[in-house]
């Protein structure tokens, strides 16, 4: 008995997962109209209707439930064998696209504890021209990005929230103290091109003018800024969990015992690609349980 074709059921499966034809069409990269003359033909070949089709929108049958269970299965595992018997294959490369902050302070410390539990998958790291800014030249797997908006798109979920608060090294502190949040004027800050607008919102949840934010030392990325600050040359607005390395070893310490806290925003992108579905599902979920775990 003749079966369906490979790409029809991979059609199927991705219209049964995303209960959209538009959608499987984007990931798959074919035309809606594909999507649907492919589905139709399926259940022509099997005798019996695999979608409810209502306005505007589809529903698996209960044959089609079962189906897309067994399929999904199925292709599932052959992605897994073909991973296991051919493990030089390009596509075992999964690239992570985040600011150089991320790369060296977050990522780069669990790196090897990563390929000891996936020898098969290379990460690839690219990082961005300058921090807060989108390459969109830069063809990635996965994106690491911060954002003050909460709705992305089915491709985007968040990862990790960072707790923001003024950090100096200790020298600095000892020389001043104490300082209170009313004697900020009196320092010189530490400013990063992307989020200038970082230390504006610390003053005004201080209720302290923001025309009067001391411009300071200005920096083009993290790693830049907290090197000045470890050297004594100012306060900086760090992020935690990125550094927390540094508090856990001292050569930074928060300013204020009792700081007021601001937060950013990062989130994960899976971009569309169906392509090594299942690498970036084995990276995206490591990532995932490391922001759980580096929680500050």
């Not at 790196?111 to 989108?134: Q, V, W, Y």
């Not at 920096?219 to 540094?246: E, H, M």
């Amino acid at each position: 008995m003749r079966r369906p074709r490979l790409n029809v059921l991979r059609t199927f499966e991705a219209a049964g997962r995303k209960l959209s034809f538009s959608q499987a069409a984007t990931e798959l990269n074919i035309s809606q109209a594909a999507v649907s003359q492919q589905i139709v033909h399926l259940e022509a070949y099997l005798g019996e209707a695999l979608f409810k089709r209502h306005h505007r929108r589809i529903s698996l049958t209960g044959t089609g439930q079962a189906y897309l269970f067994a399929v999904h299965e199925a292709l599932e595992r052959l992605d897994t064998v073909t991973d296991q018997l051919f493990p030089d294959r390009p596509h075992q490369i999964v690239t992570i696209k985040c600011t150089s902050s991320v790369a060296t302070l977050w990522l780069a410390p669990q790196m090897r504890a990563f390929h000891e539990s996936h020898p098969d998958i290379d990460l690839h790291i690219r990082t961005l021209d300058s921090e807060g800014k989108t390459s969109q030249a830069i063809q990635t797997d996965l994106e690491i990005f911060v954002s003050g908006e909460t709705n992305h798109g089915p491709y985007v979920q968040s990862l990790l929230t960072c707790e923001i608060v003024p950090v100096a090294a200790p020298e600095f502190i000892e020389h001043h103290q104490p300082i209170k949040p009313d004697d900020i004027l009196d320092f010189d800050l530490i400013h990063i091109l992307g989020y200038e607008d970082d230390w504006h919102r610390w003053f005004r949840g201080n209720k302290l003018d923001t025309q009067e934010v001391p411009r300071g030392l200005t920096v083009d990325s993290s790693l830049f800024a907290i090197d000045t600050t470890v050297r004594g040359d100012g306060i900086y607005l760090g992020r935690r969990p990125f550094i927390d390395s540094y508090l856990k070893s001292g050569k930074l310490v928060e300013v204020f015992d009792d700081p007021y806290k601001l937060h950013a925003n990062y989130f994960l992108r899976r971009h569309k690609n169906k392509k090594n579905s299942r690498n970036k599902d084995i990276v995206s979920n490591w990532l995932i349980a490391l922001a759980g775990t580096n929680k500050p």
